[in-house]
């Protein structure tokens, strides 16, 4: 058994759980998100605790109870909170604007860039070089800010590209000129 499903997970106020026939459902304050579960995992709600468990006659692997505690702790904080990643564009001339439901980026190539902003994902571009990407699900948050990172990542020579606000990009040292 995972030592995380020796543990309840803490239904926050405001937010209700359901779940039924392999279907856990959560709602709350930003929203609601559901998610499909293999047959043998069960789910038990005791007031404002969660339990994720196995079920002893169908036989399955134990990583998946870790699988599913991490799934299911994810969508409650999801709808309580909200999930957020915070990219920054390094480079002259780089820049970021919203249009309608695309994000448009200028990182140096001759040809448009042009990303469709997911259902269900915000984007916000301050001062044309931060992007904030927030939302409920926590993969579609993190896809996203991996997709935008993916267009031009951080070069290690002089660092410019698209980052993390906390990544740390190690720096190389560029061609040392020949002493005659």
Same mark, same amino acid.
């Given at each position: 058994? *995972?030592? %995380?499903? @020796? @543990?309840? +997970?803490? +239904?926050?106020?405001? #937010?209700? +759980?359901n779940f039924s026939n392999g279907l856990v459902t959560v709602k709350g304050a930003k929203g609601q998100l559901k998610q499909d579960t293999m047959p043998g /995992?069960?789910?038990?709600?005791?007031? @404002?605790?969660?339990?994720?468990?196995?079920?002893?006659?169908i036989h399955i692997k134990k990583p998946f109870l870790g699988l599913y505690? *991490?799934?299911?702790?994810?969508m409650i904080e999801g709808? *309580?909170?909200?999930?957020?990643?915070? +990219?920054? %564009?390094?480079?002259?001339?780089y820049r970021a604007a919203v249009s309608g439901n695309s994000l448009d980026l200028k990182v140096g190539y001759s040809h448009p860039t042009l990303l469709t902003i997911?259902?269900? /994902?915000e984007v916000k571009v301050e001062k044309s070089v931060a992007? *904030?990407? #927030?939302?409920?699900d926590k993969r579609a948050v993190g896809q996203f800010a991996a997709d935008i990172r993916a267009v031009r990542p951080p070069e290690p020579y002089k660092g410019k590209g698209i980052r993390y606000i906390d990544e740390f990009v190690r720096k190389k040292a560029g061609k040392a000129a020949k002493g005659a």
């Open positions: 058994m *995972s030592r %995380l499903a @020796k @543990k309840p +997970l803490e +239904l926050p106020q405001g #937010t209700e +759980l /995992i069960v789910v038990k709600q005791e007031e @404002k605790n969660i339990w994720v468990s196995l079920d002893e006659k505690l *991490s799934l299911i702790k994810n709808v *309580s909170k909200g999930f957020e990643k915070k +990219l920054q %564009l390094i480079g002259v001339g997911p259902e269900g /994902i992007i *904030s990407v #927030t939302g409920i």
